[in-house]
């Protein structure tokens, strides 16, 4: 069991940056270093899809959309992760989640939201033009 709770959206102009951060309580599987953490973001009539991921040892990886701006980031001694977002454009707003999945791995985080179990309430990024 995992709580986690978004927070740090906002309304931006394109070129903007924001910081959002989610943290985590109530853990009951293992130390929270231990968890696979992933930003998801769903716009308004689409699918929701991945953002970037990081695993126990800070791999990371990005969405094509997202490289070069956006850089995830954990502080497991405060149980939170952030998603530094630079250089917004429009096409970023949407709400964003954070997620964590029950299965420890290994590797690289996955990419598929059906693999994820816990999240959060999400946090809403809007970026005007």
């Known amino acids: 069991q995992v709580q986690l709770a978004e927070s740090g959206g906002g309304s931006v102009q394109a070129g903007g940056s924001l910081r959002l951060s989610c943290a985590a309580s109530?853990?009951?599987?293992?130390?929270?270093?231990?968890?696979?953490l992933a930003w998801f973001r769903q716009a308004p009539g689409k699918e929701r899809e991945g953002v970037a991921t990081?695993?126990?040892?800070?791999?990371?990886d990005y969405a094509d959309s997202v490289k070069g701006r956006f850089t995830i980031s954990r502080d497991n001694a405060k149980n939170t992760l952030y998603l530094q977002m630079n250089a917004l454009q429009p096409e970023d707003t949407a709400m964003y989640y954070c997620?964590?999945?029950?299965?420890?791995?290994?590797?690289?985080?996955?990419?598929?939201?059906?693999?994820?179990?816990?999240w959060g309430q999400g946090t809403q990024v809007t970026v005007s033009s």
């Open positions: 109530e853990y009951t599987y293992g130390p929270y270093s231990s968890l696979c």
């Open positions: 990081i695993n126990n040892g800070e791999v990371t």
């Open positions: 997620a964590a999945p029950h299965r420890k791995y290994g590797g690289h985080c996955p990419a598929n939201e059906y693999e994820y179990d816990y």
